[in-house]
Structure formats: C-alpha cells, structure tokens
C-alpha cells in the first residue's frame, strides 16, 4: 500500500519560512500529479499548489510569489517552499497523490504563524 508522510511542519514567526516535505512509499515519478492542500481550523481544506508529473505546476492565487512546489529525487519527496508567511497560512497542510485513479493522502503536518 502506497503511503506519504508529510514533515516540516512548526511553529515560526510572522515573515518566516517553512519548507515542507512529502516522501512517499514508492517513487513520486509514478504519480500523475502530486498536490499540497491546507485546511485551518473551521474552513475547507484547499489547495495550495500542485505539480504534475511533467512538472508543470500551478499554485492558488494566495501562494502565487511565496510558494514554490518542486520534487526532489534524492529525497523522493514533494517539497513545498513557503515564504513570507502570514497568520492566516497556519493550518494543517496536506499532500495528495494521483495513482492510477486513485488518490492517496499523507497525515498532514501542521503550520502555525504567529504574529
């Protein structure tokens, strides 16, 4: 059974950075396209950014010039670069997996941003 686990999560202070990590089960070139969701506390989860396997990516209009989405072959892992972050980037943030039909979710990492 394929499984990712999501790492990098913390605490850091306003205009800080976080870089989070996806490391799957099996290589991350078999999935389609890979994603980074988030979802804060009361609100739906949402996407963030996401890469294909071609490596195109796209990211929401919030993550557009902080965020930055790559894979890492060393790692076998998605990373997901966040800079200048604010208090309402704090949520639980995810990483989704296209497998075939078939998608696969990590545990989640949790970000928090204080001011």
């Known amino acids: 059974q394929v499984q990712l686990v999501e790492s990098g999560g913390g605490l850091v202070q306003f205009g800080g950075s976080l870089r989070l990590s996806c490391t799957a089960s099996?290589?991350?070139?078999?999935?389609?396209?890979v994603g980074w969701f988030r979802q804060a506390p009361g609100k739906e989860r949402e996407l963030v950014a996401r890469?294909?396997?071609?490596?195109?990516?796209d990211y929401a209009d919030f993550a557009k010039g902080r965020f930055t989405i790559s894979k890492d072959r060393g790692k076998n892992s998605v990373d997901l670069q966040m800079n200048s972050l604010k208090e309402e980037d704090t949520a639980v943030y995810y990483c989704?997996?296209?497998?075939?039909?078939?998608?696969?979710w990590g545990q989640g990492t949790q970000a928090t941003v204080s001011s």
């Open positions: 099996t290589s991350i070139f078999t999935f389609k396209a």
């Open positions: 890469i294909t396997a071609g490596g195109s990516t």
């Open positions: 989704k997996a296209a497998l075939g039909a078939v998608a696969i």
